[in-house]
């Protein structure tokens, strides 16, 4: 597999999602909406993922896992409900991810180093960040939102 291009749009402010991404593979196809998230130990690559759901006992609405109060009915959830996996919360699920660690780092390898690239040129004076409509219209708020829900060490 190759990856033949990686976009990098930075994320504005300090926190620690630095970063939106999106890789082409093969020059055939995309994927987007990999994060790079400031983790304890250097940067990392998240991959794409959903939020995980499940349904209110007493209506059957989908309401996402750390939601106290059902959307729909406004019923009492349980606030447990959450599989627990090694500790953690599982909160969301990979919709795109390596199946080995070769390629897994092949990935990250890509990406951390279009990320640097793009970090770089940030602080050349007449930066312009580049404008990318595919990875623009992301949810940020949301996203900020997940990652200090999920407080993930990974
Ligand atoms: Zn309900």
Redesign the pocket.
Known sequence: MNITEVRVKLTEGKNRLQAFCSITIDDDFVVRDLKVIEGHKGAFVAMPSRKLTDR?P????KNHLMAQY?N????KLNEKRASRGAGKLKLHADTAHPINSSCRELIQEKVLAAFSEEVENSKKPGYKPPKYEDIEDVDYDDLRDDLESEKSDT
Do not use: I, V
């Open positions: 209110c007493k209506c059957g609405g059902c729909d009915c406004g019923a």
